[in-house]
């Protein structure tokens, strides 16, 4: 979303694409829905209220990001626009995680 057609915000110093953009998109963007999915697990909350809590804090952590790190520079891009995706991402992955679980309980 962030190369054209689209281009609705840059990373980092550049409106193009770098190497450190996929440095972000392989290490560091995984790690809280690993988390996410981790803690989830382990502790069984209600799925709908712990999606819509942590879409506020990857929202807040994207906040931090782009006014204290410059990491994200919005063109048309609003951060509420990136609380519904997250929320949309959060639910496609507990799904995800919950359909390898099951795949992995069966047996290979």
Excluded at 22 to 32: A, E, G, K, R
Excluded at 40 to 59: A, S, T
Excluded at 76 to 99: M, P, R
Aim: hydrophobic content about 45%; proline content about 5%; glycine content about 6%.
């Amino acid at each position: 979303m962030a190369e054209p057609p689209l281009d609705l915000y840059d990373t980092l110093d550049y409106g193009h694409g770098e190497f450190f953009d996929s440095i972000l998109q392989i290490v560091v963007y995984p790690i809280p829905i690993i988390l996410f999915i981790h803690f989830y697990r382990k502790w069984k909350p209600n799925k709908i209220v712990y999606i819509l809590l942590y879409g506020f804090f990857l929202v807040g952590l994207e906040w931090i990001s782009a006014e204290y790190f410059d990491v994200f520079q919005f063109k048309t891009w609003k951060t509420s626009y990136s609380y519904v995706f997250y929320c949309c991402v959060l639910t496609v992955n507990l799904i995800f995680a919950g359909q390898i679980k099951k795949y992995l309980s069966r047996g290979i």
